[in-house]
């Protein structure tokens, strides 16, 4: 039976979280060196879900990469399909049609709806309080039933296209969606009533993991994780994109900088995609879904284009080179930038603070991942060959 | 005949087997009063029992690096300890099987030989998960033990008496919930304890460390200490029915009476669990040395002085 | 909270209680993919922009506008570009096959077309009684 002695306190006691876990909805590994309960040092290592899309976009024509990169990230797949066709529309200088656009906001404001709820229910299954996780779930049901009615699918909604949309919204399916957001704001209030003034629960979340302004400026957080530090950064009222001019956003900031205020701050951007969105459907444009001319051949030029995911800013770089098919598509996705605030949040924590701190910040690790490159002592930094990597999976189990 | 009826009381009924069947019943009852709670279905009736006889046919993985008779031990060591203290509890509304002067004592102390094998275990291994596991279930053993003894005993105390047939036939009629509400509900917040459900599950904490000290354990271990945990259910609602819920009497419709008073317990119990959320390690500790323990002297004071007024 | 809790111990609970109680589906929804060959040019662009590759346009004479489409279901995403590409209105999803799970790989490639056409074309690979011709 091993001793904790004297000698052995000298050693670090690292516990390793991932990459298969409970807390972790998603692979990735973090190695926290705890003294007792409280985390002296953290690391984490990423990679588990590359799939090498961006390569694979090379491969592919313009219309295929849609639906490749829709399927970045299953809970925020619209925003990335908005993102890119909305690149791609700038390199062959189309533009969509005004009630296109308006339906992508508004497919945009409902999926980040389905996502904060998402959100809220696994972050109370991680402070273990399994009920809110249920209801929070329960009501996201309805929000998916309202995006399968407009797109005939729960998730990859596929709604748009390279000039448009493929999906128009009708008289009753406006209706239904009045309706469920009827429904959704009452409990959403309950919501921000539980989370304010539940104590057990305000006790897990009130003054843990305080990132303070200066502090999230220079980690350089974004999304809601940023604006419950009051970082003022949101990409739909910086720079609007799609049909945000029309339909202006209040951005929503909390001073309190702890993981309570990123609570709040999801809450309440939920109460402002209701605004939206109703204010949307009242006021639709007519017109085409789908612009007229959209070349098959994209002449060589290249584009930036920024979103507002669910998670924070989401940058898109695509070149293309006057073929069928992009020359170089480049995702940065937010979650990579705010992984490295929980290294440095969860020192001085408990344990059982780690995963609340980690999912303060929304993660979606198969959104953020990138190729590795891990050099050994033994290894030269050398690429190796798909042969040699299954080959030395075999060699060391034989051992 | 004095040792059949014995040894069927052990083995078969209302001991053994029977508390066994009955302990994966009430864990059932538990999960589906807590699922309706929120607005689900939960399991079918057999789910426990089948989950409990899957884990006895899995193969048991002994890792490596652990004492091995400790391994294969402790499991039934904490099995054999729950059962022994059903053996003096009015189970059911029976009577109890044995007893004799200061055995509520006893029952508590083997009830707490489940917890102490689990921390035990969880110490046996190289695992860092299981290590901070045992260490919690430790801590919070040291935390509620008192005031739930405590609470239990404010009933004795009524009774004047320490041996649990005699507690029970004395405070039969009279609810003594009415007359002790405080020590009732540090009672029924300590049992959450023991048991390690919600708020008080953090030793083993899903989202934090995997299973706590049970992380290594697989198959009839595993197995062993989830009777172990069915069964210390039963007793602990046992315990706080025959005592704050009107003792337990003779008649033929004892039992039946009985058992409905322990699902209403078991219905409380449900319906704490879904209103909170899981407490740190050092968040329980702070509750119970605070709180628990002032609110049960403070009982423990009325009673006294109620005692020496009449 | 309390309210709520108390208040959901004496509703049904929400659980869908699938296969045996299924909810309708909406008008929209993406099932499997169904081909009229009528109207069909043969123009493939169903095939080019599909991103998984589940469909095969096998042109038998393509002045006489004699064509086989195959549809590898296993592939399918179910994203309907193919509906969107087409010019013709050749191609519609249903909205009512969705369940669409079996036991072998032989009913995941549907092979879609007029009776005669399919026919001379399973003939020309060989396998007379290979998936049977739908529409």
Redesign the interface.
């Known amino acids: 039976?091993?001793t904790i002695t004297k000698a052995a306190q000298a050693e670090k006691?690292?516990?390793?979280i991932g990459p298969q876990?409970?807390?972790l909805k998603e692979p990735g590994h973090f190695e926290f060196t705890?003294d007792g309960?409280v985390v002296t040092a953290a690391s984490v290592r990423l990679g588990y879900a590359h799939r090498g899309i961006e390569k694979g976009a090379e491969s592919r024509n313009w219309t295929q990469n849609q639906y490749l990169l829709e399927r970045v990230c299953g809970i925020c797949s619209h925003i990335h399909a908005t993102a890119y066709c909305l690149g791609v529309e700038q390199l062959a200088e189309v533009e969509a049609p005004p009630r296109a656009q308006a339906i992508r906001v508004l497919l945009a404001e409902l999926e980040r709806v389905h996502s904060h709820l998402l959100w809220l229910g696994v972050a109370?299954?991680?402070?273990?309080?399994?009920?809110l996780f249920?209801?929070t779930w329960?009501d996201r049901e309805t929000v998916m039933d309202l995006l399968e009615q407009i797109s005939g699918n729960r998730v990859n909604y596929s709604v748009n296209t390279l000039g448009g949309v493929k999906f128009d919204i009708t008289d009753p399916i406006a209706v239904d969606i009045l309706e469920g957001l009827a429904f959704l704001e009452e409990r959403t209030h309950h919501y921000l009533e539980v989370i304010e003034n539940?104590l057990?629960?305000a006790?897990?979340t009130r003054g843990i993991g305080i990132m303070p302004r200066a502090q999230a400026e220079r980690l350089g957080v974004l999304g809601p994780t940023a604006r419950a530090s009051g970082v003022a950064r949101d990409v739909r009222v910086d720079a609007p994109y799609a049909a945000y001019p029309d339909y202006p956003v209040n951005i929503i900031l909390d001073n309190a900088c702890d993981l309570e205020a990123r609570f709040i701050v999801r809450v309440k951007e939920l109460f402002e995609a209701y605004r939206i969105s109703r204010e949307i459907l009242a006021t639709l444009p007519e017109g085409d879904l789908v612009a007229k001319r959209m070349p098959r051949r994209i002449k060589p030029a290249e584009t930036i284009m920024r979103v507002e995911a669910p998670r924070g800013e989401l940058l898109y770089f695509i070149k293309s080179n006057g073929s069928e098919s992009p020359e170089r598509l480049h995702v940065r996705t937010p979650t990579i930038c705010n992984m490295a605030s929980v290294l440095t949040l969860t020192v001085g924590h408990?344990?059982?603070?780690?995963?609340m701190i980690l999912v303060g910040i929304d993660p979606c690790f198969s959104c953020n991942d990138r190729g590795v490159i891990v050099r050994s002592e033994q290894a030269a930094g050398d690429l190796w060959t798909w042969e040699r990597l299954r080959q030395h999976g075999i060699d060391y189990y034989r051992r | 005949m004095e040792l059949v009826r014995n040894v069927t009381a052990l083995l078969i009924f209302p001991g053994g087997l029977f508390l066994l069947l009955a302990g994966l019943m009430y864990q059932w009852a538990d999960r589906k009063l807590i699922?309706?709670?929120?607005?689900?279905?939960?399991p079918r009736w057999f789910q426990p029992i089948a989950d409990a006889i899957k884990l006895l046919a899995n193969e048991e993985i002994v890792p490596d690096?652990?004492?091995r008779l400790?391994f294969v031990g402790l499991p039934v060591a904490a099995l054999a300890g729950a059962l022994t203290a059903a053996l003096y509890v009015p189970l059911f509304g029976f009577q109890p099987a044995f007893s004799f002067t200061g055995d509520l004592i006893v029952t508590l102390y083997l009830l707490s030989l489940l917890t102490l094998c689990t921390g035990l275990a969880g110490?046996?291994t190289?695992d860092?998960?299981s290590?901070?596991g045992a260490v919690r279930a430790l801590t919070q053993l040291f935390a509620y033990e008192a005031p739930f003894m405590l609470a239990l005993l404010g009933p004795a105390i009524v009774a004047g008496s320490w041996q649990i047939s005699e507690i029970i036939t004395t405070t039969h009629g009279s609810w003594i919930v009415l007359t002790q509400p405080i020590g009732f509900l540090v009672a029924l917040i300590g049992l959450m304890g023991k048991l390690e459900m919600?708020?008080f599950?953090?030793p083993e904490?899903?989202?934090?460390?995997?299973a706590g000290a049970l992380t290594e354990y697989s198959g009839r271990g595993l197995a062993l200490f989830k009777l172990g945990r069915a069964v210390e259910l039963v007793i602990g609602l046992t315990l706080i029915t025959a005592f704050y819920l009107g003792g337990v009497g003779q008649g033929a419709l004892e039992p039946a009476f009985f058992t409905l008073k322990s699902i209403l317990v078991l219905g409380l119990l449900a319906?704490m669990q879904?209103?909170?959320?899981?407490?740190?390690?050092?968040?329980t500790v702070g509750l119970w040395w605070r709180f628990g323990a002032i609110l049960v002297l403070m009982q423990w004071l009325v009673l006294i002085v109620v005692k020496m007024v009449s | 909270?309390?309210k709520d809790?108390?208040r959901?111990?004496f509703?049904k609970?929400?659980?869908e209680?699938y296969p045996f109680e299924k909810r309708v589906t909406p008008e929209r929804t993406r099932g499997m993919l169904h081909w009229n060959p009528e109207a069909c040019t043969g123009c493939g662009l169903c095939a080019k922009d599909c991103p998984a590759d589940a469909i095969e346009v096998i042109t038998l004479d393509r002045k006489a506008k004699q064509f086989v489409l195959r549809y590898h279901v296993d592939r399918c995403t179910f994203c309907s570009q193919c509906v969107q590409s087409c010019r013709f209105n050749c191609l519609q999803m249903s909205n009512q096959e969705w369940e669409l799970a079996a036991t072998s790989k032989e009913a995941f490639t549907v092979t879609y077309g007029k009776d005669e056409d399919v026919d001379k074309f399973l003939e020309k690979i060989g396998r007379p009684n290979a998936a049977p011709a739908a529409s």
């Open positions: 039976m091993p006691f690292v516990v390793p876990h409970p807390a705890v309960e109370a299954h991680e402070a273990g309080f399994d009920t249920m209801y329960r539940d057990m629960f006790r897990r408990n344990l059982a603070d780690v995963p | 699922a309706q709670l929120q607005n689900r279905l939960g690096g652990v004492n400790l110490a046996n190289r860092r998960f290590l901070i919600p708020p599950d953090s904490a899903e989202t934090e460390i995997v319906l879904s209103l909170m959320t899981r407490l740190r390690i050092d968040q | 909270m309390l809790v108390l959901s111990f509703r609970p929400i659980t209680k």
